[in-house]
């Protein structure tokens, strides 16, 4: 995760000219002005919400919600302003800032200022309810969603996982009114500044309509779904001989509560059930087990992430980076833990805020901060509205192309692995892989199906329930655990719909992380199989990936792509070659298996 709060504000700027004709220098001047003040605004948002997920209390909380409450006021009335600029022809960069501007607000909130609270606070209560969500049981034991997530990783029992799925989910049918309230108010947001709906709006940041990018998605899951159905046939083969036909039936749907996650959204907790046995000569490459046996401690991990970036030629992170990060739990106050990248300054004061473990997850999501981090520094020096990913789905690509190459050999390189396993070692290590970023693929996509159906009206509220579970059944194949009906809200259990959080971001990333990584591999002058490429080292590949940071969001991002990869288009081709040699062998494992539910 990134926190990116992109702030806009606009301080009675003198707009008395409204009755004539404007003129480009004038949108030059509104523009030039805008951004010095949003720039400010942004690091007192910033500063105010770092200091709330650090310390958190009623106070520092409301100090934190009043920043971004004026943010949302002031935005929608700066991209009403900007709206006399409409007819006008302007230089490529200019028009770009201002659709940007438009493009800001992930919830638009209607002009009238009482909808416009209204709209606010059911945003915050919604994020709210999820925050505090949790499942207590009849003896009164209460387990919120880390309890609950940890359990369904380690469970193996199908009465005991129905049952904290269940409770789990009962947390959002109170959701349910509100949040068909907050899509109807933020439509009429949306609809105020020119768009059909706040999923039109949503699809028009990818620098094409949203027609063609809805298109392009279909054309990535049809190239990508093929292995995703043979991983889906083989897992479902094995829990069902580890739970009976009764309970997974061997040619439906998998029940979504035996997948390891509330949400059966990443599978690589149900790894040990899938029967792989690993080669003797291999199995060293538990990375928890190195990291601890060379008695790391969190701040030498994020040590690795930056010695990673820094081999590639990026500079070091700077002094105030170690300063002022949080790497550990404290003992003593409330943190919000989930793992963030920050730039307070839009410059140089980079952090990241993690309750890091010595594990071999959270040595991987350090990269993934990281490179949030690396990103942000590159593209300092763009004027602030180009401060941004490409796209959205790119900032969440950068580290985990970098994660990728975390391979035995990279461990080995800088004395972590003393022997790299052999070959043969490769597929319970690409299983694992794609458990966690293959099986995500069809849930990072149907996400968004549902909600952007949501927000054009083809799914009326009386139908959120039943056309949730269609989706999920259509992409990922998956199933309740028993009977739902429209008394339940089972998207509001998901905090990208609770908090209305953009998701499709995350399918874009998982294929675009291979798609860099590919890349960053050729650039390096690798040969080989593509899973077992690092790029460690290579100042070749770190100035082409440079090039393609440092541009931000100034240039429609297939110009960004094209700076690293050589391709304008999207294209999972590399994620299918990645895991090449997995299709091969679940395909033949899978023989005479029914594919598909
Ligand atoms: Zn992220």
Not at 202 to 207: I, L, N, T, V
Not at 348 to 359: H, S
Not at 407 to 415: C, D, N
Not at 419 to 433: C, F, M, R, T
Request: charged share 25%.
């Amino acid at each position: 995760m990134k926190s990116l709060v992109l702030v806009f504000l606009f301080l009675a700027m003198n707009v008395s000219a409204q009755n004539t004709t404007p003129t480009a220098a004038e949108a030059q001047e509104f523009m030039n002005r805008a951004e010095a003040q949003l720039s400010d605004l942004a690091v007192k948002v910033n500063r105010a919400s770092w200091v709330q997920e650090n310390f958190i209390t009623d106070d520092t909380q409301a100090m934190a919600a009043d920043a971004i409450d004026e943010v949302t006021a002031v935005t929608t009335q700066l991209v009403e302003q900007a709206k006399r600029f409409n007819d006008l022809k302007l230089p490529a960069d200019l028009a770009r800032k201002f659709m940007l501007l438009k493009l800001s607000l992930t919830a638009p909130a209607p002009k009238d200022a009482a909808l416009r609270r209204a709209m606010t606070e059911i945003g915050v209560s919604l994020d709210g309810d999820y925050g505090k969500g949790k499942y207590c049981r009849k003896n009164g034991e209460c387990l919120d969603i880390t309890a609950i997530e940890k359990l369904m990783s380690t469970s193996r029992d199908p009465e005991a996982l129905k049952e904290v799925w269940t409770g789990w989910h009962a947390i959002a049918p109170p959701m349910r009114q509100r949040y068909s309230r907050f899509v109807a108010l933020s439509n009429q947001g949306a609809r105020e500044i020119g768009f059909k709906d706040v999923g039109a709006l949503w699809r028009a940041g990818y620098d094409m309509t949203p027609e063609e990018f809805s298109a392009d998605l279909e054309r990535l899951w049809n190239q990508v779904r093929p292995l995703y159905l043979s991983l889906h046939t083989y897992v479902r083969w094995k829990l069902a001989e580890k739970y009976g036909p009764n309970i997974v039936p061997p040619d439906g749907p998998i029940p979504a509560h035996l997948l390891g996650n509330p949400w059966a959204q990443e599978w690589g907790n149900v790894y040990d059930l899938l029967g792989v046995t690993e080669d003797k000569a291999g199995v060293g490459v538990n990375v928890t087990e190195l990291l601890k046996k060379k008695n790391l401690d969190p701040k030498s991990m994020v040590k690795y992430g930056e010695g990673f970036f820094t081999s590639m030629g990026f500079a070091p992170l700077p002094p105030t980076f170690w300063e002022r990060s949080l790497f550990t739990k404290p003992a003593d106050r409330d943190v919000v833990c989930h793992a963030s990248a920050w730039d307070l300054d839009n410059m140089d004061d980079l952090r990241v805020k993690m309750c890091i473990q010595v594990r071999g997850t959270d040595f991987v999501t350090i990269h993934h901060e990281l490179g949030h981090n690396f990103y942000q520094r590159a593209y300092k020096d763009q004027p602030f509205m180009f401060k941004n990913g490409a796209n959205d789905g790119f900032h969440e690509a950068i580290g985990d192309a970098i994660a990728l190459a975390i391979t035995p050999e990279y461990l080995h390189k800088v004395g972590l692995l003393e022997n790299v396993p052999p070959a043969s070692n490769d597929i319970p290590e690409l299983l694992k892989q794609a458990l966690d970023r293959v099986a995500f693929l069809p849930f990072g996509l149907m996400i968004d199906q549902w909600r952007w159906k949501v927000f054009s009206g083809e799914i009326a509220p009386a139908d959120y329930n039943k056309s949730w579970w269609a989706l999920r059944l259509k992409y990922q194949g998956v199933a309740p655990p028993m009977a739902r009906s429209e008394a339940d809200f089972d998207p509001g259990a998901k905090y990208h719909v609770a908090a209305n959080v953009p998701y499709t971001r995350y399918f874009l990333a998982h294929i675009l992380e291979f798609q860099f990584y590919r890349a960053l591999c050729r650039e390096s002058g690798y040969k080989g199989p593509l899973n077992r490429c690092t790029f460690y080292g290579s100042k070749e590949a770190g100035a082409k990936f440079n090039k393609m940071l440092a541009m931000g969001q100034s240039k429609p991002w297939p110009d960004a792509l094209e700076v690293l990869t050589g391709e304008r288009q999207t294209d999972g081709g590399a994620l299918l070659e990645y895991f090449a040699p997995l299709k091969q062998w679940l395909d033949e494992q899978n023989k005479g298996k029914k594919v598909g539910w």
